[in-house]
Structure formats: C-alpha cells, structure tokens
C-alpha cells in the first residue's frame, strides 16, 4: 500500500501458505489446483490499515507477476464482530452501510421537510475518491486502522477550508462559478467531480457536507446516518448560551450577537467503539464536516459520543463541548437601548427548552423520520438532564449574565399568533396579542419587526417594523395584527439563492412598572409540489420514460427555473432550463431511461428558481437480479459494485502456475 511500501509499517505485506487460520495476521492457504491454476485464499487480519492494496505474486524461481489489474481496496467490516464498527442486526447494516439514498430533514421545528439524498456509493469513482482522500490525509498506517482518526480526518476534508477539500462552504446566496448548495441531489456529481479534477468544488452547506461525509464514511465500511438538529445552537463564547440582542423596535442587533441558532443544522452520526475513551462510550458518535469552528487548528468536528453529549460529559473527545451547546444551550433574550448616549441591557427573557428539538434521522428500512432526540439528551426538566447540564456547566464558562432590577409583575401575557407556514406570493399575517389579567390600567408600548434570514440566523432583509403605544384600560384581551403584502419579501427572496425563514420578533415595555416582554415565532414558506411518473416496473436494458411535472399554483411568477434530475444506475444528473414559469403555467419534461442496474432505484428531482427551491423523489423496481462471483481483485471490478473485500474475510484469486510448481 502507498508509494513506498514498508514491513515495518506493515504498507508491504510478505505471505506463504500456512495451514492454521489466525485472526490477527495476513494469511495465505491453498484451495485447490486444476491443471496449470491454483486456486489461493487470502485472509486479512481484522484490523487492517484501511487503503488501496497493490497485489504481486512469486511462484517458485519465477521471477515476481504483477498482474495488470492488480488493485485490491480493504475497508472496515460491520459484518466482523472483531472489527471496532461492527454492527450486530442485518436491518440496520443494509440501511446504515449498503442503503444508497434516503433522506436529509430541513425547514423548522414545526415544518420538517423530507430532502431526498442519493448518497451513490457504490458508484464509478467513489471508493477511488475515499480513498484519494485517505491518502491525502497522510494518517500514518496505523493510524488508518482507527475509525476515530480516519472519521475525524475525514470531518476536516470534505470541507476544504484548510487542505484543499472536497467542498467550499457558501452562505452568501451568490454562487456564480459554482453551484448552489440548493442545486444539490446528491453526493455522487460531488465526489466524482472532486476526484477526477482533485479541484474543490463549489458550492456546499450543512445538508451538503453531511450527506457527502455520510458517503464517506459508508464507502468505507464504517455504519453512518445523516443526522439533522432542528434549532440548533452555535455557541462561539462555550457558555451553553446563546445571546439575542434586540433594539427598541424589536430589530436584531447584528454586531453584538455573535452567537446563533440555526433553524437547522445537519451532522453525520458513525458507529464505532472508543478503545480511546473509558468504557461505555462505544456505538454512535457525532461527527461534523460543516466547518464551523477550529479544532486543533483545523475545522474538523467529532467523533463525539452521542452517550457523552446525553450525559454531559464535555470533557471526552472529541469536540463533545461544542455539539453539546448545539443541542442544549439556552437563549437569552437582551433588550438593548441608548441611555444618554450610554447602551444599556436588559435581560428579557431565557428560554431553555427551545435549542435542540427533533433531533432527526431517516428510520431503518423505511423512508420515515425517526427522532433521536432522547439519544442526543434526556428530557427536558427531568432530573436527569439537570444533572447531565450541571456536569457539562461545570467543565465551561456558563455564568449567568446581568439581571433586570425586580420590577412589580404587571400579570401580562404576550404572544403572537400565526400560521406555521406562508404561501409564496402570499401576504404575512400575524397578530400580536397581549392577555391582561390585572385589574389595573397599563399603557404598553409594542415594538414589532418582521425579517427574512437565512436558515442560519443571518438576517437578510427588514420586512416590515409596527410600533404602537396601547393602553390596557377595560381590555382583556389586546389584538394588534401585523400585515406585510408579499412585495415586502418576493424582492429579497430573488437577491439571495438560499434556505430563508421569516422571523417575528415583539417587544413589550410597559411604562408604569418598566416590566419588560419578549416573543418571537418562525415561519417558512410553503411551494406547489413537484410530480415525477415512472411506471411500476421496469426491466434491464429496456427503455422507458420518467416524466417530471410541475404546476405554478402561486399568485407570482417563477423567474429562471431550473430542473436538476438524477437516478442513481439509471441515469447520471442532469440539469434543464424551464426559464420562466407564469402563474398557472405548467412544464412537463421526460427523460428516456435505461437500467443498467438491478434493484430498487430512487429517482430525484429539484426544482429551483429565483424564488424557491423544491424537491420530489421516486422509487421504481427493476425486478431483475443476478448475483456475480468475483475471482480477480482488479479496480475495474471493484468500481461501482457492493463486492469489496472487507478486513478479516478472505479473497480468492485465480493463479497460473508453472506444471513443475
């Protein structure tokens, strides 16, 4: 293995034939010879450096056969019970190792969308590029053989912010010369770019790095889940809080929060012993290819055990500080405001059960959501999660900001309503209601702001901003309704190709007791569907027609519409230019497929405009399967197929021999 093999590192491997099997050491034994072919069986110990293998035979006083397709690829085994990612139920190694597409969760809390994923690796170039990336990383070969470093290693290339990686991360909303992380369908057009070029490519965001780590790390043997956190926090100060700054009107302050919660992130989970940590740190663990943050002067993430982050032991590596703030961090509200040209705060609130909500991965087996949320933390409030907070406060910086001076309780409530979602083209309603319970007279004065921000927390534009003074007098109930046409939106939304919420934010200060409120809610927008026909079966080399059909149900027009398809052993991605959709208007595209592959197949397709991104997948059958016997370990073989050598399972090799040997 490598450029310049060694026995002492075990990269050159020298085997006779022995009789005894060994778990541990490289072993050869004879099966059987027919005339001038032997027939050889080659064992691997189970902890093999993972890595491109490069095979030369010597039979007698022949001089050493290099055969022309020699490459032999060793990956880690989940099928071994002595390998460190060994997984024990069939159900779960053929969703977590063998399954190649499935599903990445986005939008919010309260409007989880299902983004199809092929994750293609079992694809042409795939393992050639895992293994490029191996290589790249330059991990010692024993160090090859730990599903830890190599998951780590991995964490930090598929981004390429330090080393040329896969991907450039890109949260502008500005993509020219690349593609947006939206166009997206799967991991395989990312991999086989990067690998036939060894160029980054452009563009990716969280759901992008993830999925493609997730391809990773399957590719090499290692059981992997994508893995997304629905407000998910990015505590930069490790105070397990996240700070808002909020103006008067109810505007957020940019350049005093630097902490954020996204409305999504999304991770890769590995599956693996920690022979590095104490016991009973073993199964998943949390690994991060979005760079974020630096970690050992690199942006890497992980592996962190998921039992560590439930339990708060923070002090365990790998990065299990940082993904426990992801996961259970508070947010705290802070009214800021000139005071003789002095800024003041004013804490206005903490919340502590809004960060870390439906933790969610597709289920085993099926094409359902599964929350993980109990895996990452206990329940909220119980004693058990105090206890696990307490822990993990103990090991980080988590004193308590200023505190509001005691003012006399008012009994007023504040609360908006509104929908979970909103038409595209459609005006944003909500109300602003305030209960009133005391029997005294209040005068409140409200501030409201309505802003497009990326699903980041970046704020992209000020919709809209109410500010009104009420007074309480002989009213229970106060409702100041908030109303903004869609033009305040549909301009901001065609400067920024991205995934974007609106988010309301409400001040109430009342002015007799200087009491002071705070609530803010999300809303995501909501798209027509997109449509794709195929037929129910299909077989092997015959043709036939998958249609993609979308309708513009919007009050607006849909400006520069591009459809990306992809059909993994169908067909490979391609993208057509639909230009402008007019309200009403209909497109139909058909592709003529054909299957080159048995099985069940998933068909993607996303529709993306100036205004909105949308997907849609479909499974079609191709009932014909074979099974194929591979006797030669050459890389034409291996490309694209399941039948890989795994560590400590043998190969079998077909040799000619002399008659004399």
């Not at 020298?14 to 080659?42: F, T």
């Not at 903004?484 to 007791?513: F, M, P, R």
């Not at 050459?634 to 197929?641: I, L, N, T, V, W």
Request: some cysteine; hydrophobic content about 40%; proline content about 5%.
């Amino acid at each position: 293995m490598g450029k310049a093999p060694r026995k002492s590192n075990e990269t050159l491997v020298v085997m006779k034939l022995r009789g005894q099997k060994e778990l541990h050491r490289w072993q050869m034994a004879l099966l059987g010879v027919n005339g001038k072919e032997c027939l050889l069986s080659v064992s691997s110990p189970v902890d093999t450096a993972v890595g491109k293998y490069f095979l030369s035979v010597k039979s007698g006083a022949d001089p050493v056969h290099t055969p022309e397709n020699n490459t032999i690829y060793f990956i880690f085994n989940p099928w071994c019970e002595g390998d460190t990612v060994f997984m024990a139920g069939d159900k779960e190694r053929s969703e977590y190792v063998l399954n190649d597409t499935g599903y990445i969760y986005v939008g919010s809390k309260d409007k989880i969308h299902a983004r199809p994923w092929n994750y293609g690796q079992f694809e042409e170039d795939i393992l050639d590029a895992c293994m490029f990336l191996l290589d790249k990383s330059n991990l010692k070969p024993r160090d090859r053989k730990n599903p830890v470093i190599v998951s780590r290693a991995m964490s930090a290339l598929v981004n390429a912010n330090d080393d040329c990686g896969v991907l450039l991360a890109n949260w502008s909303g500005m993509y020219k010369g690349g593609t947006s992380p939206l166009a997206w369908t799967g991991s395989t057009p990312i991999l086989q770019q990067y690998f036939r070029t060894q160029k980054t490519v452009l563009y990716g965001q969280c759901w992008v790095f993830a999925g493609v780590l997730t391809t990773v790390m399957r590719s090499l043997g290692v059981p992997s889940r994508t893995v997304t956190n629905f407000a998910s926090a990015h505590d930069t100060e490790q105070n397990l809080r996240v700070d808002v700054y909020l103006n008067e009107k109810g505007q957020k302050i940019e350049d005093l929060t630097t902490d954020s919660i996204w409305n999504f992130h999304v991770w890769t989970d590995v599956w693996m012993t920690r022979p590095d940590l104490p016991q009973g740190y073993e199964g998943w663990q949390a690994v991060d290819a979005t760079p974020q943050e630096i970690s050992q002067g690199v942006f890497q993430c992980g592996p962190a055990p998921l039992k560590a982050i439930r339990q708060g032991d923070v002090y365990l590596t790998y990065d299990t500080k940082f993904i426990f703030a992801e996961v259970n961090a508070d947010k705290v509200f802070w009214l800021v405001k000139e005071v003789n040209g002095v800024s003041e705060m004013t804490k206005l609130r903490e919340e502590t059960l809004v960060i870390g909500r439906s933790i969610s991965t597709k289920a085993v087996g099926s094409n359902t959501r599964e929350d993980i949320t109990a895996q990452y933390k206990f329940t909220e409030g119980s004693p058990e999660e105090r206890k696990a907070m307490e822990k993990a406060c103990s090991y980080l910086s988590c004193e308590d900001g200023p505190e509001a001076a005691p003012t006399e309780e008012a009994n007023i409530e504040l609360k908006i309503q509104a929908g979970e979602a909103v038409w595209l083209g459609d005006p944003i309603r909500m109300s602003v209601i305030i209960n009133n319970s005391s029997a005294r007279s209040w005068t409140i004065k409200l501030g409201a702001t309505c802003e497009l921000q990326l699903y980041t927390g970046k704020v992209v534009a000020v919709l809209g901003s109410v500010s009104e003074t009420v007074a309480t007098a002989g009213k229970p109930v106060i409702e100041v309704p908030v109303h903004l046409e869609a033009s305040s939106y549909v301009g901001s939304l065609a400067s920024v190709d991205d995934e974007v919420i609106v988010q309301g934010h409400v001040i109430a200060a009342i002015e007799e007791t200087e009491e002071k409120f705070s609530e803010e809610v999300t809303l995501t927008f909501q798209y027509p569907p997109l449509r794709v026909e195929v037929p129910e079966t299909v077989k092997i080399g015959q043709n036939f027609t998958c249609a993609f059909i979308f309708k513009n149900t919007l009050s607006i027009p849909l400006e520069n519409c591009k459809l990306h398809v992809e059909g993994l052993g169908i067909f490979m991605l391609e993208t057509f230019d639909q230009g402008d959709v007019l309200p009403g208007g209909i497109f139909k595209c058909r592709i003529i497929c054909t299957p080159k592959k048995a099985g069940k197949k998933t068909i993607i397709a996303k529709l993306n405009s100036i205004q909105f991104s949308q997907s849609a997948s479909i499974r079609c059958c191709l009932p014909l399967r074979f099974d194929l016997e591979i006797f030669w370990s050459s890389q034409e073989a291996f490309r694209g197929k399941r039948d890989v050598p795994r560590s400590g399972q043998q190969l079998r090799i077909p040799l000619l021999v002399n008659q004399a040997d």
